[in-house]
């Protein structure tokens, strides 16, 4: 018998900001044979869930599942509306707004992109004044990253609703909910989204596979005048094969029994409480980063996000070696600085399937790896969020 030296006990914490932790329940309930998916059962579970998870979405309209992952979603939301040359209006809130960008390039949509800094939301005021500027109503639809995976920031989706309608503008509005949905309010009908896109793996206790077009009538209309290619991801069969609790393809029969699982916890728990948990988790995690003396990525309070923490390292400091000591010594799993904040920053993931000794062993495996590390910080950090969960 061969037998290496690299087994570690005890539960791996994986604390990057998803694909998140998975509950026992939600794995159980994916523990069950494969069902008929042309068969009575399955119709009874599948009508089921796509009832039901219109109240994640906040919403009366039709949600659409895709056996892909969020990036399918996104695709998804740009081929059933728009046209080639359609002018559209994105904005560089980090990595992930700039990969959306990348397929509404493909797809050829004429895209104004508004920079950014990777340190703050959408700025409203910005949304306000460049639909106000399109008086020939050129400006098809505006995409905006709800939270911000890759920085921890978040935009203001009501606020920006409130700059399209102050300028009377009639563009249909996207959101990716990728990382919120389930951790951080969201309110589809009442905030006037056009397309929500949602995904199964960040703070919905699911895997990767799953994701979602939460879709308005107005989306409905402007599909019937959309003529970009679409096959896989086409909503007229999805909602008509739906009706009947069924998919024009085969649908991911076991993520759907576990989607079925974590909707109930999620409403077990409550909506609102589960958001509150998130909040007082992720302000007892922005306590200890202030606490070490860190800085956090996102700048502006009302733009904190609930679901991650993005932290900055002192110049000449490297969050990979950080993280790698982290992983090595206390078998913790931190997410990475993507693109442009390689090396600069490290994110705490604190969403999902998440409580406050969950939250205490993250932070605690983050103070004791900044003592290994070289990098300078204030030691005892962790006592402000310790002290703030025990009030
Ligand atoms: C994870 C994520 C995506 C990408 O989804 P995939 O499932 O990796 O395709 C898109 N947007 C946001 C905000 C995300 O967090």
Redesign the pocket.
């Known amino acids: 018998m061969n037998i290496s030296n690299n087994f570690k006990s005890g539960r791996h914490f994986l604390q990057i ?2 694909p998140t932790n998975i509950p026992d329940r939600v794995l159980r309930a994916m523990d069950y044979p494969i069902i008929d998916h042309r068969g009575p059962e399955f119709s009874d579970m599948a009508k089921n869930i796509l009832e039901n998870i219109k109240m994640l979405f906040k919403t009366k309209e039709p949600v659409i599942i895709y056996p892909a ?4 979603a ?1 695709e998804s939301a740009i081929v059933n509306t728009l046209n080639e040359g359609d002018k559209v209006l994105m904005f560089e809130t980090g990595h ?1 707004s700039s ?2 960008l990348e397929i509404a390039k493909k797809f050829k949509l004429e895209v104004d992109f508004v920079d950014g800094d990777w340190r703050t939301g959408v700025d409203p005021k910005i949304v306000e004044q460049k639909l106000f500027e399109d008086k020939e109503k050129k400006i098809k639809a505006i995409f905006v ?1 709800h ?3 890759s920085t921890g920031v978040t935009s203001r989706i009501p606020e920006i609703r409130k700059a399209i309608d102050n300028a009377k503008h009639s563009c249909l509005f996207f959101v ?1 909910t ?2 919120s949905l389930g951790s951080m309010d969201y309110k589809h009908d009442d905030w006037g989204v056009d397309v929500t ?1 949602g ?1 199964s ?2 703070g919905l206790l699911l895997p ?1 596979g799953l ?1 979602f077009n939460a879709i308005s009538s107005k989306a409905i209309e402007a599909y019937k005048k959309s003529k970009l290619s679409k096959s896989y991801w086409d909503w007229k069969p999805m909602i008509d094969n739906n009706k009947n609790g069924f998919f024009p393809y085969t649908p991911a029969t076991n993520l759907l029994y576990g989607l079925n699982e974590a909707l109930k916890m999620l409403f077990e728990e409550g909506l609102e409480n589960v958001f509150k948990r998130h909040e007082r988790l992720a302000e007892a995690t922005r306590m200890a980063v202030n606490g070490w003396g860190l800085e956090i990525l996102c700048k502006n309070k009302n733009e904190y996000s609930n679901s991650l923490t993005a932290v900055l390292v002192p110049k000449n400091c490297n969050a990979d070696d950080l993280r790698k000591i982290i992983l090595d010594n206390y078998n913790m799993s931190l997410g990475t600085g993507l693109s442009k904040m390689k090396g600069k920053i490290f994110r705490i993931g604190h969403l999902g399937n998440f409580n406050e000794l969950m939250l205490a062993g993250t932070l605690a495996g983050v103070e004791m790896g900044l003592k290994i590390s070289k990098i300078p910080y204030k030691s005892g950090g962790i006592m402000s969020a310790l002290n703030y969960l025990s009030k």
């Open positions: 900001p998803g992952s969020g990036t399918g996104w992930f990969l959306w990253v939270n911000e995976t990716d990728i990382s896109i995904g793996q960040k990767p994701s």
